[in-house]
């Protein structure tokens, strides 16, 4: 289970697999950073917390990628080495009006300084041809950043 890079016109792609639901999250966002540079120091910068909620499950990796990327400039850090510790998913996903329905994840990342790597700039995660859904072995994401 991991991630893979693919070219997509002018922007770049992360197809990732993952035997849960935290698992292609995590993928997904090591992708992100993958795309972002292409060596990461090991052991460098400090681990950080984060906790996002969304109403649907794909809103979900979405905002989560974009608070990676907007953590990324507001912190000067690229965010590697992520993992997802949870994701809770609503009782009832048919009553998507309840405040109780939303999804959310608890997640952290290393935060590794810009000026210790070579790093691109990844503008945004889109929903252009966006998919995250549930396969034989787990979980599949494919998701379109633009640079």
Do not use: Q
């Amino acid at each position: 289970m991991g991630f893979e890079l693919r070219d997509h016109t002018a922007d770049v792609a992360v197809a990732a697999t993952g035997d849960s639901l935290e698992a292609v999250f995590e993928a997904t966002a090591d992708g992100l950073a993958a795309a972002s540079c292409d060596e990461i120091p090991p052991e460098t910068g400090e681990r950080f917390s984060l906790t996002v909620t969304a109403e649907r499950r794909e809103a979900l990796l979405f905002d989560y990628l974009g608070e990676l990327i907007y953590l990324r400039d507001v912190r000067a850090e690229l965010p590697v080495d992520n993992r997802v510790a949870s994701i809770d998913a609503p009782a009832d996903e048919s009553d998507a009006d309840a405040e109780a329905t939303a999804w959310s994840l608890e997640a952290s990342a290393r935060g590794v300084p810009l000026a210790a790597v070579d790093a691109r700039e990844v503008k945004a995660v889109t929903y252009s041809e966006m998919r995250l859904e549930s396969v034989a072995d787990g979980w599949e994401a494919y998701v379109v950043f633009d640079v």
